[in-house]
Structure formats: structure tokens, C-alpha cells
């Protein structure tokens, strides 16, 4: 079994360094095919070891060697393929497999075609060793090396200002992210004398509660900048700036879900503290309602479908933070196929309309793009939880949970949230593939996109459709490793209630949606309309202000502090106080220069002035001579012998 | 030979540079690239030849000079020293073959030699006058450097440079004096050998005292804040080779002697003066790197980031455990052969446009893809992304002075986050964007002789960033000693228990962690 962990592990970095050897030269077809072969070879390798976890067999477990030792410090590369690591190593290797060969068709006209296959395989590499390390060193590698190839994705194309800086503002507000979780990692080690994962948690139920919740609390403040929670989830809309497929695979399926990954891998502290663990499913309910409010106005077709991205985050959290660890899990791998396969979908409507993003110029695309219309509409299905599509699955059992772990405010938002997010969903649905054509206005032709694009994407699809019906063999696997708490509504009638007044909830958000945006004509809004002169639209559609507050109170603010620290302290009083000294030097130097004038009887005033001078100090040593015991008293009472 | 060769190493480019003086202005080049080779060459022996099991000093050499005043001419290395030496012959080589067209070169190519000289001797002196010397030589070559081929401002720059790093360099001298004469107080004897010293336990209100002397002269060096100022001066005037060596190796001292001399004499000192010198050190971290963002130049950037980092190296040694100091020491390493590289970087397009004010750039990734790459690569390191040299280094530090203090590590861990701000704010204005600047638009990529010295030190970037053993393991070991030391000397309570003993650390690690070392 080490041969495919190996495989897995490795063919993506062989694949990203392949495809590297070309970035230099014109586009060759060969890196996307030979590049998307080893993908999948990763993934056929994460199939048998999943068959291999299924089947019983025990838990792969390698060293490679030695990362750093020092002191006591020892950190190894180890790998571990448990019952937890093969969902995420398959969930990444999947939807990196179909985004791959998605991507040779997507960017067939991109000069730099290479080179985005090896960032992209790079990134699954990195994606890897985060998932399957078996030390909080090597998850800061992989969390790290993610970090990276967002900031090299984001700002593929480098050329345009707004890409560039959106890869920044991405790189340093994960950064600062990555501070808490260093601080984590570092409070682990002091405290439990070890990175790796089995020692420190079999260590950590004998520590104090305060050291657990520091712990805990800084972890989650590492796995916040990763997730995009609140506040630190502005990067997340504006990373829809890169390539299509980079939103999909990074921005929705894999990279974004680190975070909650690395709580349902902690659950051991987690265990521990329950009071974080509320105030996670508390943040990430209120990330659930809040980014899903912002979808509801929102007009640029990418940005709604990772508000809705930051929207599912906030569901998985919910899940983990109440313990449910193997939920959100679940959540997690089900919102990985749908939500990919809506980016796709998107990144077709793109390629069709010429890079056009606002769904309001768009309307009636289900004519000449059937195949996606089709795609997007099931996906949207399957993440507005209808029965029996993915979404309702994983979905209703957070639902569950909440109500079970009697949290009814964290289940009112959560079930009011899945009503937007019905609705946004659809309104998408609705005003790209539905009504009159409105793109005939620009003068576009739209087109499907290539046939085995299509393809591609279809084991998504099925996926979408399919994946609640794996719940039981899943829920068997992973309960090995997570905590298996069976989430069961306790009167039947009250189950069938809560399921069919959510269902029936959900159907009418999607009513109301198509009812407003599909049956009604709709006009391209232009800032007059009624609705978008209101208040609560305008806090909508400024994302709440955040993103203006960030930039004029810190971005600004830092710009102007570090020009006054160079321009006024470092140069006026630093520097300033530096030469100031040496000029008092010069100056002696420059006016005592007159006494050697030459002339005799300056000079004989001098000599005599040196003389007197001489005598004290002759003086001033015969005295202290004479008083030496006395001053040596005071001296040693300074500290001086 | 091997008995003799830290004294090969040291003056053989010495000797190698007067004779350079004979040799025609042509051939001078390749005569140079063949003796710093042969000087790496002779480096490279001595670490194979270093036995990284062995703690203490190694290769030791030692002849008297003034026996009266215990003034000898003592020689050693371990694993704190070993890699410094060898990094310096390295920066010389590398150095001398990326020379450009320079003015009188062969001038500049002996000074370089003597330089090394220099710089062997300072890592390699086990005697306080010795190193002494060595400290206040290497200041010569470097004033040359800059004033001769310096920009505008260079001959204030270079003055600025020296009278400021010999101003604490005197005080360190006294220091050193008042040193001796305890050590004669106290046995008898003169003594000048610092591992004699390192025996001798001095009450803590002389250690306070002297640990200030020493300090100042260490500090300017490094250099620490508020002492900082030459150095930006001297890197923004100073030629691209003066600004490598300088980065690489020259600063290294100030640190270096802190770990030499400050820790195992003045134990309680360090102690004592642990918060104060961390709060200077994160001043360094979070100050110089906005500062560093303010700049337009972006020499002036990444010579604003080696104050910012070298206040992680100082944050590391006081860390005064294990961790703390390997990460510093390796830092030290680290921090040299990237910010040699960002140097050397800054100087490619300096050469190619005679500029380095950022505005003048932009979209340069469209014309150098090449030098976009290894600038990326590099300015990733000098970021501190894992499984590049500088993580290992970095993260060791914060790591070691986590135990000392909490809430201060958590400000100093702030250098992650500015640090990638100055970083992709230039990188973004340089290269990325539009190629707005015509006299951009031609530009030629990264030639052969700039290669030769770029792709070894992204090499060792990688591969020390993914398997530091090679260097760890040897420091870890000497690294150890020194703790032990510190805490067998140390007087106070409160040293003791802030400087781990490792007696007790080791059966830790053997019960915890059977599989490690």
C-alpha cells in the first residue's frame, strides 16, 4: 500500500514539475494531457486505498525521514492514509482530476498554458501533503504551499491590476491567519513536547483547560484565514479574479476547506473544549447567513457562487464546532462535487458570452448551451438540498444536529439561510438560462463549450446526484477515527415535519426566484431602480462595507504610518541624532583648529592654560590617592570594584 | 595540511591577493574565480572533514604572540562557526565570477580576497585580540568597496559605515580588556582565549557591565535598532558585490559574537537583559519592515528586510534554548544566501536599466520570465514559505522564544505578515502589470554569468529548506554544549530557570520520543 501512497503523494509534484519545464515555451497540448494523467493516476491511487481502508485493512502509515531536530524538536515527513485523510486525499484528487482535464479545454487559447498546469498540479501537491501528513508541521507545509499556488493562480494573469492585487490581498490576509496558527503549533509543542498528531492528542486530555483553549482558539484562528471566516473572508470574492477552474478546484472544492478539515482533525482538543467548539458553530452560522445575504443582490456570477462558497463553509463549521465532526466531513465532500461542478458550469457561460460576468446581460442561455443548463441547474438543486440530490443529505443533517444539540438559534439561521441560498442559487439559474436573450443586445454568439469539457465534468454531475446514497458506508468508515455520534431526531413525527417544512421551504425560495427572474421580464439594473436606491440593498451590495472599511482603515492607515516612520522617525530623528553626534565632533575638531594658529603668543596662553589644567588633574589624583579606601567604598556600592 | 587548514583558509586568499597584483589586467578574472574556487574548495574539505558528532572545537591551531598578556594566535571551529566560514568562501566565488564590467577590476577583485581573509578569521578566532583584529580589518576592504565604486553619496556612506561600526567596536575592545584583566584577578594569568573565558563565572553586576560594552559593539554591527541607520546607506551606495558580501556574511559577525561571546561569558546577563533586547528585536521585526515598505528603491526594500530579519535572528539567540539558538544560527545561514541572492537580483536589473527605483519597472515578468522566476523563488524564501531555507530558520527561532514569552512571540510572529506585504507590494510593482516603460521593453533575460550565480543559491534554497539536517545536526550538537554551559554558569535563580539544562531535557526526549535522533 506505501507504492500508492507514494503515487498519490508524488505523481502531482512529478506532473508540476513536468509541466514547469515548458513555461517558457508556446502552449504544447501534451503538459495539459500528460499533466492531467498523472492526476489521475493520483487518484486511481487514492482509490485503492480507499477499497484498501474500506476493506478493513489497517491505517498506511509512513516516515520519509527527517524534516528538523533540534532539541527536543523532531519533525519528520510522515504521511498517513487514514480513514479521515483518504476522503479529503479522494475529494481532492477527484475534482483536481476533472478540473485538469476541464482545463485543457478551458484555457486552449491561454499563452500561458504550461505554465497553469504546473501551478495547478503544484497546488494539488500542496493540497496532499496538507491532508496527508501526520504532524501539524507538515499540514503548515502543505497549508503553506496552498497559500502559494492561490497567490500564483489568483494572479495567473498578471498583466491585469485587479488579478494581481486580489493574489496579494489574498497571500497577506492568510497570513495573517497562518500567525495564530504558528502560535498554535507552538503552543502544542511547548505543552505536549511533540508536532505529531497521535502523541500531542493523546497528551492533550491531561493539560489544563485554559492551555487547551488557547490552543484550540489559535488553531481555529489559522483555520479562519484558510476558510475565509468572518472577518477575514473578504480575499475569498475577490480571488474569483483568477481562472475559472482555479475557483473551482481552489477557491470551492479543496483549498478553502482546509480549515474545517483541520477542526474535524483536531476533534480530540476539540472534544475538549465545547465552549470554542460553540463559538465556532456560532461563527459559522452567522458566516452562513451573512455571505449568503450577500449573494442575493450581488451581479457578477463568480462572486455569488463563492459568497455561496463561504456560505457552505459556514454550515461545515456549524458541524464541526458542535462536534459532528464526521457531518461536516460529509458536508464537506458533498459541497466539493456540487459546488465544483457549479464553477465549471460558469466557466462555460464565461468562455460562451466572452468573459461577461454579470448574469443580468445574459438570459436565455438554455438555448444554445443545453448541456450546461442542465449541469447548473442540478448542481444548484443538490446545493439547495432537495431530496435526493447530495446537498440534502449532508445539509439537512447539520440541520439536525443543531436542533439535536438543542441550539435553536444556530438552526433558525442556518434553516433561514437555506431558503437564500435557494433562492440566490436559482435567481443565478434564472437570470443566466432563463427569459429573453439579452446578450443579443452586445452582439454575441454564444457557444457550448468543447464535448469532452462536458465530460469532465460529468462524474460531478453524477456525484451531485448520487453521493447521499454513500452516507452509511461513509458514516461506517470515518466513525472509526471520528467521534460516532448517530444524529437521530427523536419522535418520528417531529423528523418528518422538520424534513418536508424544509423541503417544502427551500421549493418555494426556488418559486419565488424563477417567478421574479425567470417569468418576469428583467431589466439590466442601471441604478435608478426602486430597490437598489434602499438601504439594505446598498449594505448588500457593498458587502457590508468591509471591504471600504478595510481599505481606509488599515490599508491606508499602514501605508501612511510606514511612510512616517522612514520620511519622519527613521530619517529626522534616527539617522538625524546619528550625524548629529558625529557633527559635534566635526565642530570641535573645526573651531579648537584656531589654537594652532602659529602664532607664539596664542600659542604661549595655550601651554599655559595646559599647565593649569594638568596641575589640577595632578591634584585631583593625589587627593583620591590619599582617599582611595573612601572612594572604593562608594564605588563597590555602584557596582564597580 | 588538515591540522593547518583554518590558517590556509584564512590566509591563503591574503596571500593569493598580493600576488594578484602581479597579474595582468586580462587574465585577472579568471584568476580571481580560481583562487575564491580553490579557497571554496579548500572550505568544502574542511566540512567534510568536520566530525558533526563532536560538539567542541575543531581543527584547533594555536601559537603564542605576546605570551606575557595570554595573546595567542588561537584558531578553532564548531558547528556554530564551521557553515559561516564556509558560506563566506562560497559568497566570495560566486561573488567574483558575477562581477560585471568594473572598473579597475583587478583592484576590486583583491579587495574581495582580502575581504575574505577577513571574514575567515573573524568566524575562525578563538582568541578576543584576534578576533578582534579580523573584526576591525574586514571594516577596510568593505570602506574601499564603497567608496571607490559606490554611487553618488558613497564616500559619506562609507564614513558613515566605518566610524560608526569602529565607535562600537571600541567599546567592545574595552570590554574585551576589562575581560582579561578579571580573568587575571581571578587566576593570575593573562589570558586573551576565549574558551578560557568561557570558564571563568564573573558576578552579575560586572556581567551586566560588560555585556553592555560588548553589546554596543555587537549591536552596531548587526545591526540593531535604534543603530541601524548606516546600513541602509551603505547598501544603497555600495556596488551589488559590496551590498552581497555585506548582506551575506558582514552583518552575520554582529550576531555571531552574540552567540560566541555574550551568552556563555554573561549567562545572567543575557538573562537580565532578555526582554529588553526582545523588545529591541521586535522593534527591528515590525518597524524596518514598514519602513521597508515606505521605500521607492527596492534595494533600499530588501535592505530594510535584513534589519527585519536579523531582529528574528536576535530574537532566537535570547531565545536561550536549544531551538531558539539552532534556529538563529541557521537563520543566520539562511538569511545570508537569500537576501546574497535578492542582491544580487537587484543588481541584474541595475545593470540592465541603472536604475532601482520601482516606478521606472513593471510588467517585467513579460520581458525576463526567467528573472521574474528566480526573483519569485527567492523573495518566496525571504517570505518564509516552508520547505525553503528560511522557514527552518524562522520558525525555530519563534519557536524557541515561545518559551520565553508568549505574548512577545506573538508580536515578534508578526514578521510573517509584514514581511510578505514589503515583499509582494515590490515584487507586484515590479513585475507584474502591463510593461508600461518603454526602455523596459527589450530587456534581456538573466545571461550565463548571472545564472552561475543564482541557480547554486536557489539550489541551496530548496534543498536546505527540505533537508536541513546536514547543517542542523552539526549546530544542534555545539548549540547544545553552549546551553549546558549558560546553565551550569549561571548564578541567579532566575537564570537557571530560564536557561533550560539539558541533562534533564535529553532522558525527556528519550522517553517521550523514542524514534527521535
Known sequence: M??????????????????????????????????????????????????????????????????????????????????????????????????????????????????????????????????????????????????????????????????????????????????????????????????????????????????????????????????????????????????????????????????????????????????????????????AFYAASMALVNRDMKRIIAYSTLSQLGYMFVAAGLGAYWVALFHLMAHAFFKALLFLGAGNVMHAMHDELDPFK????????????????????????????????????????????????????????????????????????????????????????????????????????????????????????????????????????????????????????????????????????????????????????????????????????????????????????????????????????????GNLSTMLKWMVAGIVALLSLAVVFGLAVRYSDEIKVILSGLGVQ | MLDHILSIIIFFPAVAGILGFLVQKDSVRAYGIAVAGIEFALSLWLWFSFDSSVSGMQFMEQLPLVPAFGINYILGVDGISVFIIILASFFTMIGISSLGETKDIKNMIVTLLFLQMTMAGVFAALDAILFYVFWELSLVPMLYIIGAWGGPLRVYASVKFFLYTFTGSLVMLVGMLFMAYFYYQATGVWSFAILEWYRLILPESFQLWLFAAFFLGFAIKVPMFPFHTWLPYAHGQAPTIGSVILAAILLKMGTYAFIRFSLPLFPDASVFYMFPIAVLAIIMIIYTAMVAYAQKDVKQVVAYSSVSHMGVIILGTFALNVEGISGSIFLMIAHGVVSGALFLLVGVIYDRRHTKLMSEFGGLAHVMPRYATIFGLMMMASVGLPLTINFVGEFLSLLGFYQQSHILTLLAGMAIIVGAIYMLAAYKKMFFGEVTNEANRNLPDVNKRELFALIPLAIITVWLGIYPKPLLEPINNSVKSVVQLMHDKAITDEAKSRIPSLVKGIEITKTSTPEAH
Open chain 1, 2 to 287: 506505501e507504492l500508492y501512497l507514494y503515487l498519490a503523494l508524488f505523481s502531482p509534484l512529478v506532473s508540476s514539475l513536468f509541466s514547469a519545464l515548458f513555461t517558457a515555451t508556446p502552449k504544447k497540448q501534451f503538459t495539459g494531457i500528460v499533466a492531467s494523467g498523472l492526476i489521475i493516476l493520483a487518484f486511481v491511487s487514492s482509490t485503492i486505498l480507499l477499497t484498501h481502508i474500506l476493506s478493513g485493512g489497517d491505517v498506511v502509515h509512513v516516515e520519509l525521514m527527517t524534516w528538523m531536530a533540534t532539541g527536543d524538536l523532531y519533525i519528520p515527513f510522515g504521511f498517513v492514509v487514514d480513514q479521515v485523510s483518504v476522503t479529503m486525499m479522494m475529494v481532492v484528487t477527484l475534482v483536481s482530476s476533472v478540473v485538469h482535464v476541464y482545463s485543457i479545454g478551458y484555457m486552449d487559447h491561454d499563452k500561458g498554458f504550461n505554465r497553469f498546469f504546473s501551478y495547478l498540479s503544484a497546488f494539488v501537491f500542496s493540497m496532499m501533503i496538507l491532508v496527508m501528513s501526520d504532524n501539524f508541521a507538515g499540514l503548515f507545509i502543505g497549508w503553506e504551499g496552498v497559500g502559494l499556488c492561490s497567490w500564483l493562480l489568483i494572479g495567473f494573469w498578471y498583466h491585469k491590476e485587479s488579478a494581481t492585487w486580489a493574489a496579494n490581498e489574498a497571500f497577506i490576509m492568510n497570513r495573517i491567519a497562518d500567525l495564530g496558527m504558528l502560535i498554535g503549533l507552538f503552543l502544542v509543542y511547548w505543552n505536549t513536547g511533540t508536532l505529531q498528531y497521535e502523541q500531542a492528542f493523546a497528551a492533550m486530555p491531561s493539560l489544563s483547560t485554559d492551555i487547551l483553549t488557547w490552543m484550540g482558539i489559535f488553531l481555529f484562528i489559522g483555520a479562519m484565514g484558510k476558510s475565509a471566516q468572518f472577518p477575514l473572508h473578504t480575499w475569498l470574492a475577490d480571488a474569483m479574479e483568477g481562472p475559472t477552474p482555479v475557483s473551482a478546484l481552489i477557491h470551492a472544492a479543496t483549498m478553502v476547506t482546509a480549515g474545517v478539515y483541520l477542526v474535524i482533525r483536531a476533534n480530540p482538543l476539540y472534544d475538549l473544549i465545547p465552549n470554542v467548539g460553540l463559538f465556532i458553530a456560532s461563527l459559522g452560522a452567522f458566516v
Open chain 1, 362 to 597: 445574459m438570459g436565455g442561455l438554455k438555448k444554445p448551451m443545453k448541456a450546461t443548463f442542465i449541469m447548473m441547474t442540478l448542481a444548484s438543486v443538490a446545493l439547495a438540498g432537495i431530496f435526493p440530490f447530495a446537498g440534502f443529505f449532508s445539509k439537512d443533517l447539520i440541520l439536525e444536529v443543531s436542533i439535536i444539540e438543542h441550539h435553536y438559534i444556530i438552526y433558525s439561521v442556518l434553516l433561514f439561510t437555506a431558503g437564500l441560498t435557494a433562492f440566490y442559487s436559482f435567481r443565478l439559474v434564472a437570470l443566466i438560462f432563463h427569459g429573453e436573450e439579452r446578450y443579443k443586445l452586445f452582439g454575441i454568439h454564444p457557444h457550448e463549450a468543447y464535448k469532452f469539457m462536458l465530460v469532465a465534468m460529468s462524474p460531478l454531475l453524477i456525484l451531485a446526484i448520487i453521493a447521499g446514497s454513500f452516507k452509511m458506508t461513509y458514516f461506517e468508515m470515518v466513525t472509526a477515527l471520528l467521534p460516532a455520534t448517530e444524529y437521530h431526531v427523536h419522535s418520528v413525527a417531529m423528523y418528518w415535519i422538520m424534513t418536508i417544512g424544509t423541503q417544502i421551504f427551500v421549493i418555494l425560495a426556488i418559486a419565488f426566484a424563477y417567478k421574479k427572474y425567470a417569468m418576469s421580464p428583467v431589466t439590466v439594473p442601471d441604478g435608478t431602480s426602486k430597490m437598489e436606491n434602499r438601504l439594505c440593498y446598498k449594505i448588500l451590495i457593498n458587502q457590508y462595507y468591509i471591504p471600504y472599511i478595510y481599505q481606509e482603515y488599515v490599508v491606508k492607515p499602514y501605508r501612511e504610518l510606514s511612510t512616517i516612520f522612514w520620511k519622519e522617525i527613521d530619517m529626522k530623528i534616527v539617522d538625524a541624532s546619528v550625524d548629529g553626534i558625529a557633527k559635534i565632533f566635526y565642530s570641535t575638531g573645526e573651531n579648537t583648529r584656531t589654537m594652532q594658529s
